[in-house]
C-alpha cells in the first residue's frame, strides 16, 4: 500500500468499515477486481483509486447510463422500438452478446480481472457507438432513426448491467430499476449455518436465487417505462488523496 507492505501493527492498512463510511462500496469492489493482485502483488494507492473511480465508474460507465437513459426518458419514456438496424447496428450488438461467453469462460477460470477489464470495454464500446451515432442530432431530422439508435443503445446498457452484476451488484440493480425492471435485480450472498445428517453444523455461503438475473443476452421490450436515471456513481475530488495519506501518517 503505497509502496509499504500492509501492516495493521504499523498502521498501514484499511479496514472495511472504515473505507465504506467514506465511499461506495462498488467503487472498492471494481478496484479490488481490477487492480488487485492475482498472482502476484499489487500497490494500492489512493491516487489510483480515485482515478479508476473517476475514470472509468463515473466517466465511462456512470456517463453511458446516464445519457442514454435520460436522453431517451426524456424524449420517448420508454424503451423505444427498432427500425431497421444497419451494419454498425448489427456489430456493436453481436460484440456484446459474444461478450458473456467470453467474460463467462474468465470468470470460470476465477481470471477477475480479465473479466471486469473485458466487460468494460464494451462498455467503452457502447460509448463509443453512442458518440458516433448522435441520436441527438436526429431528433427533428430523422426521428426513426433516433429512436433505432436509442433501442440498441439501451440493448447495451441492459447487457452491460449484466456483464458487470458480479463486480458492481448494487449499481446494477440501480440500472434495472432504469430500464424499467421489477423486483430486486441481484441478491446480496449471506452465510448461514446447516446441519445435515445430526451432524456438526457448518456455514455455507447462499443467497436468493428466484431474482431474474441469468449470465445472459436478454432482449429489452420496447414500451417499457423508463426512470430518470441517478448518478451511478460520485466524482471524488482529489483532495481525498492527500486526507487519506495524511490518515495513514496519524499514530
Known sequence: MEGRKFSSSRAVVIYVRDFLERYDVDALRYYVAVAGPENQDTDFTWSEFVR???DELVATWGNLVNRS????AKNIGSIPEPGTLT?????ILEHSRQAFG?????????????????????VAEANKY????????????DPERMRTILHVVLQLVDDAKTLLTPFLPRSSAK???????????????RIEEVD?????????????YDSPARWEHVPVKPGTALTPPQPLFTKLDTSVIDEELARLEKP
Do not use: C
Not at 437513459?69 to 431517451?72: G, I, L, N, R, W
Not at 453512442?130 to 431530422?141: G, N
Open 102 to 122: 467470453v467474460i463467462g469462460g474468465e470468470l470460470g477460470r476465477s481470471r477477475f480481472k480479465a473479466a471486469i477489464t473485458e466487460a468494460m470495454r464494451t
Open 52 to 54: 479508476r473511480n473517476n
Open 175 to 189: 440500472v434495472h430499476a432504469m430500464l424499467g425492471g421489477g423486483g430486486a435485480w441481484s441478491g446480496t450472498p
Open 130 to 141: 453512442m458518440s458516433d451515432q448522435a441520436p441527438w442530432k436526429l431528433r427533428e431530422s
Open 87 to 91: 451494419a454498425a447496428d448489427r456489430e
Open 196 to 208: 445435515e445428517d445430526g451432524g456438526p453444523s457448518y456455514p455455507v455461503i447462499t443467497g436468493d
Open 69 to 72: 437513459v435520460s436522453f431517451a
